[in-house]
């Protein structure tokens, strides 16, 4: 099973920046797909962005998209996340969560998650 670890979080103005990182402990990261996913106080965990394991394919919730960019580094076993223009609205928990196979949109087809790194925008 492969273990994720977030980091990157803080609190940031709007329209302002950050980069998240999430590292695996797997070799098979390389051969899994990697998504991002945030949750904020009161809603239901939801789909931000989503790598294919080769990274040449991407996939972005409509919200984030053109404001939010997902890489891979698999000789590192890291996925990234990108956030430009940050708005109140993207305050939430982020996780990455890793699954083999295609990416998917929605929680209930990944098993392995990482704990959460906090992002806070202030207005």
């Known amino acids: 099973q492969v273990q994720l670890v977030e980091s990157g979080g803080g609190l940031v103005q709007a329209g302002g920046s950050l980069r998240l990182s999430c590292a695996a402990s797997e070799r098979t990261f390389s051969t899994s797909s990697l998504a991002w996913f945030r949750q904020a106080p009161g809603k239901e965990r939801e789909f931000v962005a989503g790598?294919?394991?080769?990274?040449?394919?991407?996939y972005y919730a409509d919200s984030v998209k053109g404001r939010f960019t997902i890489s891979r580094d698999n000789a590192k076993n890291t996925v990234y996340l990108q956030l430009n223009s940050l708005k109140p609205e993207d305050t939430a928990v982020y996780y990455c969560?890793?699954?083999?196979?295609?990416?998917?949109?929605?929680?209930?087809?990944?098993?392995?998650w990482g704990q959460g790194t906090q992002v806070t925008v202030s207005s």
């Open positions: 969560a890793a699954r083999p196979g295609v990416v998917e949109r929605v929680t209930f087809r990944y098993d392995n």
């Open positions: 790598i294919s394991w080769s990274g040449g394919r991407t």
